[in-house]
């Protein structure tokens, strides 16, 4: 009975156990399907999303200034105690140089008014109008660059987690080699044909491959959780990625993206200078225009009504009207050097910018030399890493012969899977230097 209870129990627990795993969602991605999903769901680009739209909202906001304002005002006053004053008494039949006491207005008061107004002419609006402009293109540019920065991100998030991926499975291969190579060097000094240190030696290099691998699986889990970070997704939830290391270094490898002429004019880089340098040409139209006049009508049309009663809603109250229209004419004729002083701020912010443009050109250019030389170094690394592991591999099985046949130590077959692992290693790492330099280079030469 206790038996069958226990099973049902341990039953029951799976079952739940098996619902709580499928609710946590899970996610597979390619490379590009990871890219395609950032630039989506990433926290930043959802920003940036957000800041092109208050952008849009901005310009229609420097719009609304030039056209028709309409407005409508309710007031209502109660006179808990009317203003008294003194009025000279002889006036009501009195003794001349006294004073009577009296009270001006009624108890209850209301009034209604509204209010048309429209700017006919106004330099600062036209300027604002054209800064609007400006900083939308602002905010839409910031968000190519930041599109181009979360792709890098992934790349290199991406890229990391598949190195580790490839680190784990070389050093369980290494461990089980090692091992299988340790029970035979036992054996053979068991039958007393080596030295114990033989095997006190390969049970070091053992020691150090397992802490290796360990070490790679927490740093995996690190890469994996600053991955899903980039994406945009929970830490909890599952992600798999379905490329290879190996596959995505073997299509980075593209020699003609180091032949294409760069034009520094189609950086986003550029472009954003560009935009710095158009809103201080604005800003200094700004000054200039605030010299000019200014023109604005109105129209105006109230309603008051007055009694010592609050029958403001009855058909027999009375409601006293007015309305008016008027046009203002606001003309600057002298600030004491004030505005001028402005301008020649502006006029030198203007120059800055421009100077500015030209350190962002040729630092660009250096950029692009500097991510050119980078990835074709990495591809000649990647070569030569390749080539070393070979002659590595040869090395370690040379001296895995030799121990065997007693013609080398435990001594030099460490030194050889030393080599050998770090050989491995490297090849690995120049495998996603690979990837990461092709895209450091695509993000300066990409045209937007």
Do not use: C
């Amino acid at each position: 009975m206790k038996k069958t209870l226990l099973i049902v129990l341990l039953a029951f627990t799976t079952s739940i156990n098996a619902q709580q795993k499928s609710t946590i969602p899970s996610y597979s991605y390619s490379l590009n399907e990871a890219i395609e999903y950032a630039l989506t769901h990433n926290y930043s680009a959802i920003n940036a999303s957000r800041d092109i739209d208050a952008a849009k909202k901005k310009k229609w906001e420097t719009t609304t200034i030039g056209l028709p304002q309409i407005n409508a005002a309710v007031g209502y006053q109660n006179n808990i105690k009317l203003q008294r004053s003194l009025i000279p008494a002889e006036f009501f039949g009195g003794q001349p140089g006294e004073f009577a006491e009296v009270a001006f207005g009624t108890k209850q008061n209301m009034a209604a008014s509204t209010s048309l107004s429209q700017l006919i002419f106004n330099g600062s609006y036209l300027v604002g109008l054209q800064s609007a402009k400006v900083y939308l293109q602002i905010s839409e540019n910031a968000k190519i660059k930041t599109n181009q920065e979360i792709r890098e991100m992934v790349i290199n998030a991406y890229g990391n987690v598949l190195l580790a991926d490839e680190s784990i499975i070389i050093l369980e291969k290494n461990k089980t080699n090692l091992e299988k190579t340790l029970n035979e060097t036992n054996q053979i000094f068991k039958n007393g044909l080596i030295e114990e240190e033989n095997v006190e030696q390969l049970q070091i290099t053992l020691s150090t491959i397992k802490s290796a691998q360990e070490n790679v699986k927490r740093q995996k889990t690190i890469a994996l959780n600053m991955l899903k970070l980039v994406l945009g997704i929970e830490m909890e939830n599952d992600l798999i990625l379905t490329d290879r290391l190996t596959t995505l270094a073997q299509n980075n490898i593209k020699l003609s993206l180091t032949q294409e002429p760069f034009l520094v004019e189609n950086t986003i880089d550029y472009k954003i200078q560009e935009n710095v340098v158009q809103s201080k040409k604005l800003l200094l139209l700004l000054e200039k225009s605030n010299a000019l006049p200014s023109l604005a009508a109105s129209y105006n049309l109230g309603y008051n009504a007055f009694g010592n009663q609050f029958q403001f809603f009855n058909a027999n109250q009375r409601w006293l009207n007015y309305s008016n229209i008027g046009v203002s004419l606001n003309i600057p004729i002298f600030s004491s050097l004030g505005r001028s002083a402005k301008t020649q701020q502006a006029k030198i912010a203007l120059e800055q910018s421009k100077t500015q443009m030209l350190h962002v050109e040729q630092s660009l250019k250096l950029q692009f030399e500097k991510a050119k030389s980078d990835y074709e170094y990495s591809l000649e690394q990647l070569n030569t890493t390749k080539s070393s592991l070979t002659l590595a591999e040869r090395i370690e099985n040379k001296q895995q012969i030799k121990l065997k046949e007693g013609l080398s130590s435990s001594f030099d077959l460490s030194e050889a899977q030393r080599q050998l692992y770090t050989a491995q290693q490297n090849y690995l790492q120049a495998m996603l230097d690979v990837i990461n330099k092709k895209a450091a280079l695509e993000k300066i030469t990409t045209k937007n």
